[in-house]
Structure formats: structure tokens, C-alpha cells
């Protein structure tokens, strides 16, 4: 039996807050995915895919948005979390 993925709707809740804060920074600086992706070493694609939590991305894939942004992955997280506390 080969598990299914999960869906939007049944991600944790801190996967939709963090997508939210990738796109929060990547908006702020008037980057398209594309941009965010030559920066952090990614697709765009997969830049689209974490903004809509169809893939939630690993450590080093955050990392690699972070350093994008030039801000640590830790920051990202953080602000992830705050979001949640609202």
C-alpha cells in the first residue's frame, strides 16, 4: 500500500504559515518565483510548490530560501510560528 500525499487542506499548520512567510519576503523585495529560485539555487517551480503547500520543503531547501533572503532558516521558522500565535 503506497501512502498518498497530503493534501492543502491537511498540511500542519505551520506548513501553510511558512509558505506564507516565503511569500511575504519574496513579494517585499518584488521578486517573481523565478527570482527567489536563481537566488536560492532552486526551480521557480518549486518555488510555486511551497508558496501553495503542494511540497513543503526540506531543511536545506529553507536554508536555501533563507539564504536567499539573507536571513537565516531559523528566522523563517519563527516568523512562521508567530503567525500561528495571531
Known sequence: ??????????REP???AFAQVVRVH?????????DLGLFANLSGQM????EVVKRVP???????IGR???VPLSQL?????RRLQL
Request: negative net charge.
Open 1 to 10: 500500500m503506497n501512502p498518498q500525499p497530503l493534501s492543502t487542506v491537511e
Open 14 to 16: 505551520i506548513c501553510l
Open 26 to 34: 519574496r513579494e517585499a523585495r518584488g521578486w517573481e518565483p523565478k
Open 47 to 50: 518555488i510555486k510548490y511551497v
Open 58 to 64: 526540506t531543511i536545506e531547501t529553507g536554508a536555501r
Open 68 to 70: 536567499a533572503f539573507e
Open 77 to 81: 521558522i519563527a516568523e512562521a510560528e
